[in-house]
């Protein structure tokens, strides 16, 4: 690591290339290769199974649906919890998957639910799905003064449209009933003509039917013969037979009434106090939540004049706003930081010496060996240092010596002089006693 340091210090071609690099890298993941999005899709971590049963009771949803499901899947590896609703005219499973991917755990559920040969007649084809949450980027509003169905075809029109674009790949419509074609028998009538429910029922089934009829094999060829009776409108299910011979033939319109229009459930969506249709533009893969948002904004702004008249487009929930302002703060806070460090660089290092460093890597060199020299200098300066505070330990240890020695002389100069007054003060008695005996001789 420090030869490579070093290196890159002697060689600032090479530095100046590396830094460039590093900068071209990231401009290009952030321009082309980062998703620009408020919300990342993500899949969880679950396997959901519907099997709708039209017409059923939770009661009858529970033990026709959800209890098979259950005991054909229950012993497969991966399933951490399983969770189940009956609900009027649908069943469903949730299934929470542990230690294995929840596709490959989907496979082996659809598996086993399709092998399942016991689910009621009535009954729906089931459905397993792993689910996956995505977030809208922007909303078009289809309103109008126009009925539901208008409204519908205009909102297809646009939905159409916008999917043929080359930024756009998913879209759904919201606010919205799905279409119901409903055949209306009165018990009444059923009674006159000797009809049941379920006899209808079967006849519309049989009669309503796309069916393959084999292959004839030719000189020219094979052709396949494939009947197409499935009836898709309310006027192809009017025409259907219910019962025909003897010369009579009685249709579905001459016993019921067809209505084709949408579910019963009522849904009542409007934007600025009138009508709307919601077609909802997602986002999927690498596409940039900016352009889907600025392609849908584009097709509004041009496509006002095709609709049908009284009905407006509008944009709503516009997310890629949001992606905007934080795209913007980011570049605010890098302006900001690389603007707060080349104050700090300028006030901290001098002009002079990263002039050197760009230009002349020669005398990073040469300042590389005053400074061995000036660290080869302070270790002996630290050497004499350790030296002189040897030979001040030595004098301190002498000082000490002679102050002992001093003490001793100094004892001795005491002594002499408690004995030479000691003397004086003998001689002094004596000469006293010398004078007394004197005078007492000369008396």
């Not at 909303?139 to 075809?153: K, M």
């Amino acid at each position: 690591m420090k030869c490579a340091i070093a290196w890159f210090t002697e060689t600032g071609v090479a530095a100046n290339l590396l830094m460039v690099a590093i900068l071209g890298f990231g401009l290009y993941g952030l321009s082309a290769r980062i998703p620009l999005e408020v919300f990342p899709a993500f899949e969880l971590d679950t396997v959901i199974v519907r099997v709708p049963f039209p017409g059923a009771t939770p009661v009858e949803v529970e033990e026709g649906i959800t209890i098979k499901i259950e005991e054909a899947i229950h012993d497969l590896a991966g399933i951490k919890t399983m969770r189940s609703v009956a609900a009027e005219n649908l069943g469903s499973v949730t299934v929470e998957v542990e230690g294995i991917d929840p596709r490959e755990l989907m496979n082996d559920i659809k598996a086993r639910v399709d092998a399942i040969s016991t689910f009621p007649v009535d009954s729906e084809r089931p459905v397993v799905y792993v689910p996956e949450i995505r977030r809208d980027v922007i909303t078009v509003v289809v309103s109008g003064e126009l009925s539901e169905r208008e409204l519908r075809i205009a909102a297809e029109q646009v939905r159409d449209d916008l999917t043929s674009l080359p930024e756009i790949s998913q879209i759904e419509l919201d606010g919205v009933r799905p279409y119901e074609i409903a055949i209306e028998v009165s018990e009444e009538t059923l009674r006159q003509y000797g009809l049941t429910l379920a006899g209808v029922a079967d006849a519309v089934r049989r009669a309503s039917l796309d069916l393959a009829a084999g292959s004839v094999r030719t000189s020219g060829g094979e052709i396949l013969i494939r009947t197409q009776g499935q009836a898709r409108v309310g006027s192809e299910f009017e025409g259907i037979p219910v019962r025909a011979g003897s010369g009579t033939r009685l249709t579905v319109s001459d016993i019921g009434v067809v209505r084709d229009g949408f579910d019963e459930e009522p849904v009542d969506a409007r934007f600025n106090g009138r009508p709307a249709v919601f077609v909802d533009v997602k986002r999927v893969g690498d596409q940039n939540a900016i352009d889907v948002a600025d392609a849908v904004k584009a097709y509004v702004a041009e496509s006002a004049s095709r609709l049908p008249a009284g009905v407006q487009l509008d944009t709503w929930r516009d997310r890629s706003l949001v992606v905007k302002a934080r795209l913007n703060t980011l570049t605010r806070n890098a302006i900001q930081g690389s603007i707060l460090i080349l104050l700090l660089l300028t006030l901290f290092l001098r002009g002079k010496v990263k002039l050197n460093y760009t230009r002349n890597p020669q005398a990073i060199k040469r300042a590389e060996e005053t400074r061995q020299q000036f660290d080869e200098v302070v270790k002996q300066l630290g050497d004499q240092e350790q030296q002189l505070a040897t030979q001040l330990e030595a004098a301190k240890q002498g000082v000490a010596k002679s102050t002992g020695m001093l003490k001793r002389f100094d004892d001795v100069q005491k002594s002499i002089d408690d004995a030479i007054r000691t003397a004086t003060e003998t001689a002094s008695q004596s000469t006293e006693q010398l004078k007394t005996l004197l005078a007492t001789a000369s008396a």
